[in-house]
């Protein structure tokens, strides 16, 4: 397994602003996947980031409300912009060690106000 | 702390009993099934896998059963512990490396 890693863990945030959420793994992995997980709910995968390349967003996800960089196989971040309260949700990244297997980070809890 | 189980169907047993937790999937053509478990608080924790020219495998204390024919998905805990209380996940590979996700029960032990 590796260890992965999110910051902030928290953050409470004023509507109309921006937060980018940092992932980082302590080994190098081709895929890292971006999932939102609204309150109660389950967790709908939001992007997959590539090193290289520009990330691939699922339907019902956009560029520019949820950027995202993947500079080199350990670090991503995830932007999520001029946000709004239905912004608040748990926002994870997970990465793929073994082929297909996906691992979580701790995530980033997020309440929009 | 936040609860992520809020609206999710519940599954109550006592400490020491077996937990069956089921799951049904949607894609005829997935070939890979993880179950996840998810403590308040927390990112979601790999528990077992299966691929799907599999009907069974088993881990400590847990073993997921794959019914192809229904798209069914099950988790058995054996001898479940308090420490076993959380959301549980099922989640499906369609092809792409890219998951989709169950709408997960939260199981609750009592002691």
């Known amino acids: 397994s590796a260890v992965i890693s999110q910051k902030p863990s928290r953050d409470i945030c004023q509507r109309g602003t921006s937060l980018t959420i940092q992932c980082q793994v302590d080994?190098?992995?081709?895929?890292m996947f971006w999932y939102r997980q609204q309150p109660g709910q389950s967790l709908t995968l939001i992007a997959t980031?590539?090193?290289?390349?520009?990330?691939?967003?699922e339907s019902g996800f956009v560029i520019d409300k949820f950027p995202i960089s993947r500079p080199n196989l350990t670090f991503s971040t995830l932007t999520v912009s001029n946000m709004s309260p239905e912004d608040s949700s748990i926002y994870l990244c997970?990465?793929?060690?073994?082929?297909?297997?996906?691992?979580f980070g701790p995530g980033t809890r997020l309440l929009v106000l | 702390g936040e609860s992520v189980g809020l609206h999710l169907p519940t599954l109550s047993v006592q400490e020491g009993d077996n937990s069956i937790i089921n799951c049904a999937y949607s894609?005829?053509?997935?070939?890979?099934f993880i179950w996840y478990k998810q403590e308040s608080g927390k990112g979601p924790q790999f528990i077992i896998d299966?691929?799907?020219?599999?009907d069974k495998r088993q881990g400590q204390r847990v073993t997921v059963l794959l019914n192809k024919t229904v798209k069914h998905l099950s988790l058995q805990i054996a001898a479940t512990q308090p420490g076993d209380s959380a959301v549980y996940f099922c989640?499906?590979?369609?092809?792409?490396?890219?998951?989709?996700f169950g709408k997960g029960t939260m199981l609750l032990v009592s002691p």
């Open positions: 997970s990465v793929d060690l073994v082929m297909e297997t996906q691992y």
């Open positions: 080994s190098q992995v081709t895929m």
């Open positions: 980031a590539n090193q290289g390349s520009e990330a691939t967003y």
């Open positions: 894609n005829s053509a997935s070939d890979y």
């Open positions: 299966i691929r799907s020219n599999m």
């Open positions: 989640a499906e590979n369609s092809g792409y490396s890219t998951l989709t």
